[in-house]
């Protein structure tokens, strides 16, 4: 961020009265230009005992599988915007059952909101972001190969749960520890 | 917006390729400019019987009473916003529980992440953003002149649990009908 978007004069960073930490701010117009976390909304994709994945065809982790999932946009809610990228990332419908996680990822600025989702039905085909789209039980999930430690805390958290018999929310923070990721759940409420 | 923060050139509202909706793309260096909700964390710091509100100093609604909640900061979890957040505006301390409610505020382009939260002592005081903290019984909460729909709604929610004797998470969309806000609350998945 170097120039106002409000005026194109240059921006400077310094703490604006009032305020207690440092914000671009234009030099002509005085505009303060905050910087916020960006919400990703995702969905399980459930059909019996197995669960929708996708290969990514994009970068970053190019040829990795995750769970559908991606930014959410202006004018949609959080189920819409999950339901939506189940739609444009695997064709496939679902009906969305509720919130199943929040996971705060600070060191990228992002917060995920997970659903649990059913499919619709089979006629699911890989979007334009996905290389393929496929169901897999849980003793072939590719825990190797997934794209994003939180995808693999989601999967993980899921299948713990079906074991018990019942579905908890969650709520966790995925943080970057030297070379590691590590995700540190809080306990419900 | 209506310069690129990056050049300081013009920007255009056009659909990008491989893209669905229009954003703003800079006619010289190409950035695309996304445009995405934003976060707001907040808090229900209870005290026994009673919840803490504070009656606002800055606009909007000026002189209402709300719970304690602002925009997330980047570097920052939603827990971490909301319990900064209550420190900001009441000067109070809280241990956060958990989840509470997530609402979607689509008309506002908002995604209100609400905890609760139990005060840790009774040294609070207005931030600079209030003019006055105080705590109320339910039969003393100011439903007339409550800041937001969303604190209303939450405040709701808080007392039928309260009454049923447990605690739910919660997911709901705040909708303008008219003139008037409508909450949708979806069963728990």
């Not at 995702?42 to 005992?49: L, V």
């Not at 393929?132 to 999930?141: K, R, T």
Request: glycine fraction near 8%.
């Amino acid at each position: 961020m170097k120039f106002c978007s409000e005026c194109g004069s240059g921006l400077t960073l310094r703490i604006p009265a009032g305020d207690n930490r440092p914000r671009f701010v234009c030099t002509h117009c005085g505009t303060v230009h905050y910087q916020n976390p960006k919400v990703v909304a995702g969905c399980i994709p459930e059909w019996g005992q197995q669960v929708l994945l996708c290969r990514r065809a994009i970068e970053p982790r190019l040829g990795l599988w995750t769970l559908p999932a991606g930014f959410m946009e202006n004018d949609e809610t959080t189920l819409q915007a999950a339901t939506r990228e189940t739609l444009e990332e695997a064709s496939a419908r679902v009906e969305i059952h509720g919130l199943y996680a929040l996971f705060n990822l600070p060191h990228i600025n992002q917060v995920y909101v997970m659903f649990r989702g059913r499919l619709l039905d089979l006629d699911f085909a890989p979007g334009s972001e996905s290389l393929e789209v496929a169901l897999f039980s849980e003793a072939a999930i590719p825990w190797e190969t997934l794209a994003f430690p939180v995808v693999r805390e989601t999967l993980r958290l899921y299948y713990q749960d079906r074991r018990r018999g019942s579905f908890q929310q969650h709520l966790g923070d995925i943080f970057r520890s030297g070379e590691r990721y590590e995700a540190r759940m809080h306990a419900p409420g």
